[in-house]
């Protein structure tokens, strides 16, 4: 799987839009980017994924570059509860086959910090 | 909506002492993992299961060992437990079609005193 890289921490005001960067150059065209976030001590929690186009759902919005080289997340309106380490990740999808595919490879995220 | 079970939610045991770990996927899901997260690491994947079949192994020590049963749930068994295994573990759940995204469970903390 392709590797990604996010900046150590960030920091957000609440109320605020909280923008996550991520590149991941070296990625093929049949992988996917992921973003989950892990609040402390809890599960990873799946936020949203994306191929090519841009994705949103009721948590976030995700823009990925034409090139696919970096993505990047936004939490329109950040809260207290948005605190959380968030984690970009890049999958093979369903449909490339092999025995590969299925498992998410945690690497270093970005610690989300959202202050009053 | 139902999510990803696991059992116990805390486990404390000895060194050389055995545990087994429990996962209910979320139902219909087929494919089931286990990750360990250590104290401050980032979750390590160990192994998955596909109708019942181990599809995948990441660093998994050959002191554990997992299975999935004929009603998808998944039990992490582990051995000759030592201090460092003392972690997070997580189970999470999907279906292999459709790129569907891994739902994890909120783990068992285990000790090992």
């Known amino acids: 799987d392709a590797k990604t890289t996010q900046p150590p921490s960030m920091d957000c005001a609440e109320g605020r839009a909280a923008n996550l960067p991520c590149n991941h150059s070296?990625?093929?065209?049949?992988?996917?980017v992921y973003w989950y976030r892990q609040i402390h001590s809890q599960g990873p929690q799946y936020i949203i994924h994306g191929l090519k186009n841009n994705e949103t759902n009721e948590m976030a919005s995700l823009i990925i570059t034409e090139d696919r080289k970096s993505s990047t997340l936004i939490l329109p309106h950040a809260t207290l509860r948005d605190t959380a380490v968030y984690y970009c990740i890049v999958r093979v999808a369903a449909n490339a086959g092999g025995t590969s595919y299925g498992k998410l490879t945690f690497g270093q995220g970005t610690i989300l910090t959202v202050h009053p | 909506a139902a999510g990803v079970i696991q059992s116990p939610r805390h486990l404390i045991k000895e060194k050389r002492e055995t545990a087994t770990l429990k996962c209910y996927p979320i139902?219909?899901?087929?494919?089931v993992y286990w990750y360990q997260q250590g104290p401050g690491q980032d979750p390590q994947f160990l192994i998955s299961?596909?109708?019942?079949?181990?599809?995948d192994k990441g660093s998994i020590p050959d002191r554990f060992s997992a299975q999935q049963f004929s009603d998808y749930h998944s039990e992490l068994n582990m051995s000759s437990l030592e201090l460092g295994d003392s972690a997070l573990y997580f189970c999470?759940?999907?279906?292999?079609?459709?790129?569907?995204?891994?739902?994890f469970g909120n783990g068992t903390r285990l000790t090992v005193t």
């Open positions: 999470a759940s999907s279906l292999r079609i459709d790129n569907s995204p891994l739902h």
């Open positions: 070296t990625i093929s065209g049949n992988e996917y």
């Open positions: 299961f596909y109708e019942k079949m181990q599809s």
């Open positions: 139902p219909r899901h087929d494919t």
